[in-house]
Every structure is written in C-alpha cells, then in structure tokens.
C-alpha cells in the first residue's frame, strides 16, 4: 500500500501534517461517523489508521521510503495491539558506542578505558550507557483511561567468557490513567549489556494517537460540535460519548453563536497528583447554516423574529 496516498500527503509531509491528516480522514471514515459506508468505510478506516502508525514513527517511516512495506513485516519493531502481537525490541535500534576520549598525552580520539575491562572484574568503576529510547503509541481511550502492554524485548548480552548471547523477554508495561505524552517508564538493566560497561536501561516514551473526536489541551478535553441552525436559535441536546464509554448528554438551553463554548466541570483529563479529579471538558460549536431558504422560510421567519 502507498501510506502517503492513503493519507492524502507528500512524502516530505510533515508530523503535524500527517496528524491533520488523519484527522480528517478518520472523520470521514470512521465506522460510527459513517454507518451507511460498511465494510468499505470500515477497511479504508483501518488503512489510514495503519498508514498514520508508520508514518507517524520516524523509525518505521525510514524503513518503509527505504524498503515499502515489504521492509516493515520484517522490522523487529511490532507493537503489541489488541491481538496479543509481541512488541519485539531488538536488532534495528541505535546501540550504545563507546564514549571516544581525547588523549591528554598525544590528543588521539580513544575508547573509553572502561571498555577494556576484563570479563568478570569487579563492576564498581563501569560506566553506565545512556538509555535506549522507543516510542510507545497510546490511543486516548488507553491514556484516558489506562492500559496494560506486553512487550517482547531482546537484547545482546555479553558473558563472562567474552561471547555475546542473544536473550528475549516479555515486559508487563503497565499505563497508568491520566498519562499524556511524553510521558517515560524506564526498565533498568533491559537494555544491551556489552563488554566493560553496565547494562542499558530501556526506556518507553509515550506518543499520543489523534483522536477523531476529542483534542487533549492541558488537563482539558476539548470537543468540537456542529449544530444546525435551528438548534442553535432553538435549543437541542447533544450526545457524547465519553472516553470511557458513557453516554454524555449535553442540554443546549441558550442561543449559540459560532464558537461559543460550553465547560463541563469534572469531565476532562484524569489529573495524576489529584486521584479522583479531572480538568473540564470544552464544548465548541460551529453553527451549518442553511445553503438556501425559500421565500415562503423567509418570510416566516422575518415574521417570528419579529422584523
């Protein structure tokens, strides 16, 4: 599949262009905005949401304008999704180098001293490698509300007697309700081990899927509404649905102007130092006007306006 062409972008697109993107793509194709599309609206849906999730990923999104997606399906990179999918961390990653260090006597580049510790010497005096990073994609619902991921993970490990030994494990990585992005869990010592220095920490970054219905701002959710006309001079009540699945409805008393907002207290992002409260949830309206009205529509309302 050609990701670009099914987001409707450049390959010189930027993130936040990908981001507008699938926004309005999703809005369009998303199962519950488009009931009468079926199995279509519900496979081009699933394409531009997988579309987003490489290009998004700047290491896959290399893999694939190198390799297309024939590349991908042999990436060590797989995130674990509903289907129980290892995430695989491993062979295409950046591995730690050595440190270089200047030569006080003859101003040569050399390796770190630390690298040429023997096996089996005492590990009081190693240096510890910076982390190794990866991006963790969350939908808002995940974040909203929490999740639990498992992570298949490998890792090059080097033994007492020099070899160096592939191992794989399996991480409980735990998502805690409220957690935005950038948001890091750190796992000590599960990163590469290589001669003369400590094991790697491996770090977990959080990244945030866009949502086709709410925009995280702050603490606040923010949820952008069209009405018709009508409802915004007569009144009307909305239904949303919440992130964790209620129903939520919204009575709509006042005339509404375009723009105009409604706060609701209490029903926005989950606060971390604060359990059990949240920010507000903003509703914004855009008001359809009509395209045209008849004469007979004028005049009725010239005549219940009262001009």
Request: glycine residues 6%; proline residues 7%; hydrophobic residues 30%.
């Amino acid at each position: 599949m050609d990701y670009y062409n099914i987001l409707k972008v450049n390959r010189n697109a930027s993130l936040e262009d990908l981001k507008k993107s699938y926004r309005r793509l999703a809005r369009t194709w998303h199962p519950d905005k488009n009931p009468t599309g079926g199995a279509e609206a519900e496979a081009r849906f699933k394409q531009i949401t997988e579309a987003y999730e490489v290009l998004s990923d700047p290491e896959k999104r290399a893999i694939y304008d190198q390799y297309g997606e024939e590349g991908l399906k042999d990436d060590i990179f797989n995130e674990f999704m509903a289907s129980n999918k290892p995430y695989t961390f491993g062979q295409d990653r950046r591995r730690f180098q050595p440190p270089h260090r200047t030569s006080a006597v003859n101003g040569r580049s050399e390796a770190s001293s630390s690298s040429q510790k023997e096996p089996g010497t005492s590990t009081s005096h190693l240096e510890k490698p910076p982390p190794v990073e990866k991006t963790l994609l969350c939908t808002l619902e995940e974040l909203y509300n929490g999740t639990k991921r498992k992570m298949k993970i490998t890792r090059n490990v080097a033994k007492s007697d020099g070899k160096v030994e592939v191992e794989t494990e399996i991480l409980q990585v735990e998502v805690l309700p409220g957690w935005k992005k950038g948001t890091k869990m750190t796992f000590p010592n599960k990163g590469d081990t290589l001669p003369g220095y400590l094991p790697q920490d491996l770090t977990f970054v959080i990244d945030m899927k866009p949502h086709d219905t709410y925009t995280l701002e702050g603490n606040n959710l923010l949820v952008s509404q069209e009405i018709p006309l009508v409802d915004a001079l007569a009144g009307t009540t909305i239904n949303l649905r919440t992130l964790d699945g209620r129903s939520l409805p919204v009575r709509v008393e006042e005339v509404v102007r375009p723009g105009q907002e409604i706060v609701i207290e209490n029903e926005g992002w989950p606060i971390r130092k604060e359990p059990g409260k949240k920010g507000s949830l903003r509703i914004r309206f855009d008001v359809a006007f009509p395209a045209r009205l008849s004469s007979s529509q004028r005049a009725a309302i010239r005549r219940i306006m009262g001009s």
